[in-house]
Every structure is written in C-alpha cells, then in structure tokens.
C-alpha cells in the first residue's frame, strides 16, 4: 500500500485530511452565522411547530372547550362542524366530537370521529404527548368491545367494530 | 449434531429472545427487531424522510453490520466481492422495504409478532413461503443475477465504513440527526443496550448465516435434513416462550400492535419480500450482515433499502394500523412487476 512516495503522500494526506474533518467541529474556526442557517435546528423547528399547535388548539377551541364547559353539548357540537367544514384536516375537532358523541351516548359515532382524529394525528392516543387523549379513547374501545361480546358475534355491525378495531390497534402501540 | 447446527440453534435462540426483550426495553410492541422499521426510522434521523413520529438513528443497525464485519475480519471471512447487476440490487432493495412496508414488518418481525399470537401475520407467512417458492422456482429455471468476483477491498470496507459513521452519530448525535419526541420512534431501548444486542446479534449471525427466507427457502428444497430448520425452530420457539414470559402473548386477529386487518395486501407485500430475497440471496437481515462481510451485492441492496425507508414514508406508501394506503398498492404491485420483468431479462434459458 505504500510502494512509493506518491502512496505515502496520498496517505499522509488521508490522514491529515480525516484529522482536520475530525477536529473541525470541536475548534472555534467556523461560520457560526452559516451554522446555524444549516438543517441543524430542524430539532428546534419541530419543537416550535409543536408549541404553536398547542396554542392553535387553544385559540381555535377555546369556544368549543366553553360550550362543553357548560354543558351546551349540542352547540359544541355546531361549532366543531362549523371548524371542520373550515379546517378539515385539523384532527383536534375530530377528537373533541369524539369526546361530545361519546358523553352524548352515541358510541359508533364517537368512534368513528376518534378514529378519524387518529388517523390523521397519532399524538392523540400517545401516552405522554399533551394532546393525549388514550384515556376517553381507550376507555370508549373497552366498553365498545365488552357490549360487543356480550352480543351474539354476528350481530355486530361491520363498520362500528372497524373503528373499534383500528383504535384497539393504535392503543396496543408498536409501530406506525 | 455438528457445532455449525449448535451456532445456527444459538443464533436462532438469541434473536428470538432479543426480538421480544428489546421490547420490553423499549423498543415499540412487537418491534424488537425489525429491519424494515429501523431503516424507516434511521432515513428519517438522517432527514430523509419528514414524518417527525418515525425519526430515531435506531441503534442496532450498525450493530449489525459492524458486529458481523468484526466477526468475518476476525474469521478471515472478510472477502470484498462483486456481481453485475448493482442497480438490479438497489432497486430490490427499494423492493424490499417496500413489500416490508406493506406488511407492517421484516420477516424477523413476521416472526416475532406470530409468536406473540398476532394472528393477521399467520397470513403474512404465508405470503412469504409463497414468495420464497417462486423465487426458488425461477431460480431454478435459470434466473440469475449474475455471479460475483473477488473485487478490490476498498468497495468491500465502504457500507461498514457508513455504517461506523452511523455508529458515530448514535454515540456522538450531530445537530442534523433528528430523533422523534413523540410517535413510535420516541420509544427505544437503552442505546448501550441497543447497540450490544445489534453488534451480538451481528457476530452470531454472520458466523451461522442465519437468515430467515434463506432458512425457508432450505425448508423448501431439503424439508427435515436442513440445517437451518434448528435455527428457525429455536427462534419461534424461544420467542414465543419470552412473549409468554414477559406478558407479551396475546392471541388474537384484532387489536394487533401495528397491525392492519388487509390480509389480501398482507400476503401480497410479503410474498414480494420472499421472491427478492431469494433473488438476491437473503432477508433484509441478511443483506446487512452481508454487506458487513464486504459484499458490496449486498451493499447496494443496503443503500436501496435505505433509500426504501425514506420513500415508503415520504410517498405516502408505508401502510399504518388504518390499512394500506392506494399508493401502497401500487407500489406492492411495482414491486411485483419489478420482479417478474427482472425473472424474464435475467433468466439463463440454457438452464431449462
């Protein structure tokens, strides 16, 4: 590998190079301004795009949140159709109607808009995440399920259990 | 039995325990160890890939490539070598993750969630023994990618040497590398842990040549006399026996972590998985362990699955608890067309 004095500067030229690569970023010689314009604050961005969602929520439900406050379950219920027609991506609304049906005592309804809500953000049923809602989740699959046992196995219908079904999944976690 | 059966039986023993118990470490339900997931995890680290719930630089990747290049230096089975079908081999590595996306899961992971009772990968099996099937079938009438030369040992050391660079990002973490707060990929063992059993599991497994299409792939053609039927017993047994150990077990066709209840789509993406394996000689697991041996062959399926990782999750394709998406579909089905134009441009017509 070092037959004449062309391999020999070829290595210590190797050498000398993966040297600097490596010392470079530990010395106080860079282009701090360039630094940080590169994708190095993608961690950064994430977290801020986190905290601005959390305050959209909380600006956007804010009326919602007091309708179901008071217990004016009905108008909550216009006004999240209201935001959905305007914001249909937006997977907060789905939950919060979830959340609505569910105490309304319409559980295939309920499930449904969960199911929806999770599909579109999985933040929702994640233990630690602040948008978290796996308690009302998890607590409507299990008692969608029980009364689905309860029942003759072909009386359930399809399309109620699929829902059911997906949040199950979701709630036993592994991988998205 | 010889002391090659006893290291396939350890091997087996060992990924089946590890699988369920990087688990129970933290890794997500079921996920122990799936080579599909740690690639779309580790594309997405590396920014690949914007899905900010599926960014972690999983660990046990370079274990695994690195542990089975220190066990080939070691045994003098280090042996830099190339064939002449690279782009062949990157885009079924492509392929792969595909058909691994499709499902849910590697075949190591079909495994794994079988032995913790999740019915809906019985069917996946099936797809993959049918996949394995036609491989063989091609194979022997004459599909060939071409076979390999001694090459020099530069193109041999470049995927370990990407893999220790991955290894330096695990231990060292850059700004760029990005790691998931929230979502399945915020949930991982410990890294120490993590990398220990990837660079274990990588030593044992290239010293028996584990792989679990090419064990089923030995089935297939030898039934009882293979070897490699010890190892996969042992894995399924020695999994199923830590799932039952450790609370994991429960059998059922619903509620499946990660699961998805489209069996046609199922059998389809991992019967894909079977076919290229047997095409390009070996599971995703084994194409790592490969590449650690300085199979450059195995290198560009790597960098395929790599680049597979990054576009099941940015094309939309990787299928969810939901079902498979429509993009999925076709790429499942892309994925097949792929593999049948290769077996008609490929085939030796001599061999019939």
Not at chain 2, 22 to 27: F, T
Not at chain 2, 143 to 169: I, Y
Not at chain 2, 295 to 316: I, K, R
């Amino acid at each position: 590998m070092t037959h004449d004095n062309l391999d020999r500067s070829l290595w210590i030229a190797f050498f000398l190079i993966v040297v600097a690569a490596l010392a470079l970023p530990f010395l106080p010689l860079g282009n701090t301004a360039a630094t940080n314009a590169t994708p190095s604050s993608r961690a950064n961005d994430q977290k801020l795009l986190r905290e601005a969602r959390l305050l959209i929520i909380q600006k956007r439900y804010e009326s919602v949140e007091s309708l179901m406050k008071s217990q004016q379950n009905q108008q909550a219920l216009l006004k999240l159709e209201e935001i959905v027609r305007s914001y249909p991506s937006d997977p907060h609304a789905f939950i919060l109607k979830g959340e609505l049906l569910a105490s309304m005592g319409a559980p295939t309804e309920a499930a449904a808009s969960f199911a929806q809500g999770v599909k579109l953000e999985g933040a929702y049923v994640d233990k630690n995440s602040p948008t978290s809602r796996r308690e009302s989740i998890s607590h409507l699959v299990e008692s969608e399920l029980a009364k689905s046992k309860s029942l003759s196995s072909g009386t359930s219908p399809q399309t109620r259990l699929n829902d059911i079904r997906y949040l199950q999944s979701r709630l036993a976690g592994g991988c998205e | 039995m010889s002391r090659q059966t006893w290291i396939i039986i350890l091997t087996g023993i060992s990924m089946g325990v590890l699988g369920v118990l990087l688990s129970v470490w933290g890794n997500p339900e079921n996920s122990g160890i799936c080579i599909s997931c740690f690639m779309e995890n580790s594309a997405g680290a590396l920014g690949l890939h914007g899905n900010a719930r599926l960014q972690y630089l999983r660990p046990e990747l370079p274990g695994f490539v690195l542990g089975a290049a220190f066990s080939s230096l070691i045994a003098g089975e280090f042996k830099p070598r190339s064939g002449n079908s690279p782009a062949l081999r990157f885009f079924s590595g492509i392929f792969l993750i595909v058909g691994c996306a499709i499902f849910v899961g590697c075949p190591i992971k079909m495994l794994l969630r079988l032995c913790a009772g999740d019915l809906t990968a019985a069917i996946a099996a099936a797809g993959l023994v049918s996949g394995v099937w036609i491989g063989l079938q091609l194979l022997a009438r004459g599909v060939d990618l071409g076979s390999q030369q001694k090459t020099n040992p530069m193109s041999g050391f470049l995927v370990p040497l990407l893999f220790a660079l991955l290894l330096l990002f695990v231990l060292v973490p850059p700004a760029f590398v990005i790691a998931s707060t929230e979502g399945s990929s915020s949930r991982h063992a410990p890294v120490l842990i993590s990398l220990a059993s990837g660079l274990f599991i990588g030593v044992i497994a290239q010293r028996s040549r584990f792989c679990i299409t090419g064990s089923l792939r030995d089935i297939l053609l030898m039934g009882r006399r293979a070897p490699q039927l010890s190892g996969f017993a042992a894995f399924a047994l020695s999994a199923t026996i830590a799932s039952l150990a450790t609370g994991g077990m429960r059998v059922s066709l619903y509620g499946q972590p990660g699961a998805h209840l489209e069996h046609f789509w199922s059998f389809l993406g991992m019967l894909l998985v079977g076919w290229i394996s047997v095409m390009i000689g070996g599971c995703p697991f084994r194409q790592l362990v490969k590449a650690g041996e300085g199979d450059t062959d195995a290198g560009m399926a790597v960098l395929g699955m790599f680049l597979g990782g990054a576009l099941v999750q940015s094309w939309g394709i990787a299928a969810t608890a939901a079902g498979v998406p429509i993009y999925g579909k076709v790429a499942a089905l892309a994925g097949i067309a792929f593999s049948l134009l290769v077996s008609l441009f490929l085939r030796n017509r001599l061999a019939d």
